[in-house]
């Protein structure tokens, strides 16, 4: 059987594109493959699980317009399933001269972005908002909240599925072949035919664009991001969400510290290359994949330009004490004895061959298959916008006869 199209990932944006495939076009055969027993176990079900606003983003860019509308479409969505989410803002705090006046900056993305209700405050109005927390400064984010993005990709599936689409799992792609205008793609459980691909694999997106002919033009590089869990007794230092000024030169936030919507409070991710695709710890190496980013010229021009941080990252990994003071600058009381857990996530990072991370959404369309080349944060929050604009190229990609 021939579907009209077929998702490879079963992550969050590969179910909210079935979604609003399903939504717009209620007859299309829909498959999704996921090489995993389950949905959302990778980026999807590993992240700070914070709902953002669209304060960082260069306004125009993908990320500014679909973070914006894809953050009030999760709230309907997590209203309508009874998902469990938070709204109660965030705190960028800024601890000396210099990153106040990169606070400005992100007062006017905001503001250019559309966001309501962003203020600036002084130290005391800070405390008043987080009263443990340190700073000159803040810029306070009223929009910013939680969600539980394992359980929206779970509640996604079981939608899809009642809306009539085949979700295939332990069903990794590892073939796929164009044959008389069908791609024919084989999968670990077997193979299926579609005439439209569209590829959300994430951690393994560029492969998966290559084995389709596709060359991409960036390479996935994974950043693990490790997070330190703090103990019940020490929950009450943070309220809602206090985030760093981050550095501009990287599109990674910074250390922050997040209430998660089952009151869970975490700090982290901090960014160190991970040694595998799916490398959860510094013991999971896969010797190809350790080859694939270490020979890419990308990875040498970044690692020649950001040495410095690429060294201090490993540290805060490898010694807890320095991971806390970072988490000191923000707020003070917290002591190494107060982190009782540790978990992590790997972000698909999309690198140039130039050296240069890729800060917004990629997207590319190619006969007829579709590529998400770069999707990380906030692309949990944007998820449900970023599944419309997929499908409406999806859409365009159908043959008259199926429409
Ligand atoms: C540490 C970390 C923190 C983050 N924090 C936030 C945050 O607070 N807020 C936010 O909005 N975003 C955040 N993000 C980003 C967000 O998690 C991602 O943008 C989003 O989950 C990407 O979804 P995805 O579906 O593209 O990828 P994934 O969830 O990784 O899904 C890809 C799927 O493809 C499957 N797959 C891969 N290869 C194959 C194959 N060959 N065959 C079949 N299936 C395959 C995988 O098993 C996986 O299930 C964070 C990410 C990380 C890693």
Redesign the pocket.
């Known amino acids: 059987m021939t579907h009209d199209v077929i998702i490879?990932?079963?992550?969050?944006?590969?179910l909210a594109t079935g979604r609003a495939l399903l939504q717009q076009r209620p007859e299309l055969d829909l498959a999704i493959?996921?090489?995993?027993s389950s949905?959302?176990?990778?980026?999807?079900?590993?992240?700070?699980?914070?709902?953002?606003s669209g304060l960082y983003y260069q306004p125009g860019s993908l990320k500014a317009g679909l973070c914006v509308r894809g953050a009030e479409m999760m709230v309907e969505f997590c209203r309508e399933h009874n998902v469990p989410f938070t709204r109660d803002g965030k705190l960028v705090v800024a601890q000396a001269g210099a990153e106040t006046g990169r606070l400005d900056e992100l007062e006017r993305r905001g503001n250019a972005n559309g966001l309501n209700g962003l203020r600036r405050v002084g130290a005391a109005e800070l405390r008043e908002i987080e009263p443990h927390a340190a700073g000159t400064d803040a810029l306070f984010v009223p929009s910013t909240g939680a969600v539980d993005?394992a359980s929206v990709a779970r509640t996604l599936a079981a939608e899809l599925i009642k809306s009539g689409a085949r979700i295939s799992l332990r069903?990794?792609?590892?073939e796929a072949s164009l044959e008389g205008g069908r791609w024919r793609i084989r999968?670990s459980s077997g193979a299926a035919d579609s005439r439209v691909v569209v590829n959300?694999?994430?951690?393994?997106s560029d492969?998966?664009a290559r084995l389709m002919g596709v060359t991409p033009p960036v390479r996935i590089v994974p950043f693990r991001?490790e997070y330190l869990t703090t103990r019940v007794e020490a929950r009450h230092y943070v309220r809602s969400s206090i985030y760093p000024v981050p550095d501009p030169e990287l599109p990674f936030l910074g250390v922050h510290l997040t209430r998660r919507t089952d009151g869970t409070v975490e700090a982290g991710?901090n960014a160190v290359l991970a040694m595998a695709r799916e490398g959860y710890g510094w013991s999971t190496f896969q010797p190809w994949e350790l080859w694939d980013a270490l020979s890419y010229k990308g990875t040498w021009r970044l690692a020649r330009s950001h040495w410095r941080s690429a060294v201090h990252e490993v540290s805060r990994s490898v010694v807890k004490r320095l991971f806390v003071r970072a988490v000191q600058r923000l707020v003070p009381e917290l002591i190494g004895s107060d982190f009782v857990g540790r978990h992590t996530?790997?972000?698909?990072q999309a690198l140039t061959p130039e050296g240069n991370l890729v800060d917004d959404f990629v997207v590319i369309s190619d006969g007829q298959t579709v590529h998400?080349l770069n999707?990380?944060?906030?692309?949990?929050?944007?998820?449900l916008a970023i599944g419309e604009s997929l499908a409406d190229r999806v859409l365009a990609l159908i043959p008259p006869r199926s429409r």
Do not use: M, W
Not at 33 to 36: D, I, R, T, W
Not at 171 to 174: E, H, R, S, T, Y
């Open positions: 490879i990932g079963g992550g969050i944006i590969g493959l996921e090489k995993e949905v959302g176990q990778h980026q999807s079900g590993r992240n700070s699980g914070v709902l953002h993005f069903a990794g792609v590892d999968h959300c694999a994430g951690l393994y492969r998966i991001g991710p996530g790997v972000r698909a998400v999707a990380p944060s906030p692309g949990a929050t944007a998820a």
